[in-house]
């Protein structure tokens, strides 16, 4: 048992053991979880067709599994595009970035960077683990804000494009799926 009268014995034993501080939060905003883009009953049309047409050469092919794919891949472009996103609420702390109950610490968060969709800010950022991309959205809160305080800890610089998404950005230029926008 410690002793109440006498607790700066043990200070010297504890000297070089770095304290832990607790968490506190700088910034709080709260956002939609993710983009969300109302579409029309054309664009499902076009996208239930090209996968039928896609359902018919796999079933040619006899890849059947790939056929389950294709229907569960539609069905999620489905959902997420009538679904509008819930509101959650993201933190920037001392210990890193806290987006509803996840927190990613600074150690593992690499660069970040501001990209535009569907009319929406996100701040991107790099962590080193599953997610290895963040996406938060901005909602009301200043770029400058979230720029001047994440700068103090990580790297402002967006990467370049992966070749998968540059084919990606490729398809959507060539194959517009929604004709309004």
Known sequence: ???DTDESRYADYFQDIPKPRSEEVILEWDAPSRPFKKRNRQYHT???TIAILLSLILFFAGQVLTIAVVIAVVF???VMSTIPPHAIINKITSYGI???DNL???EELGRFW???KYDEKILHVEVGRFPHRLALLLGQTEEDVLTEIISEVLLQQKPTLTSTEKFAEWLKKKVP???DS
Do not use: N, Q
């Open 177 to 179: 799926l929604d004709l």
């Open 76 to 78: 999620l472009g489905y």
């Open 104 to 106: 990613y610490y600074w």
């Open 1 to 3: 048992m410690i002793p």
């Open 46 to 48: 076009t996208v239930l």
């Open 114 to 116: 501001f990209d535009k």
């Open 98 to 100: 806290r987006s509803e």
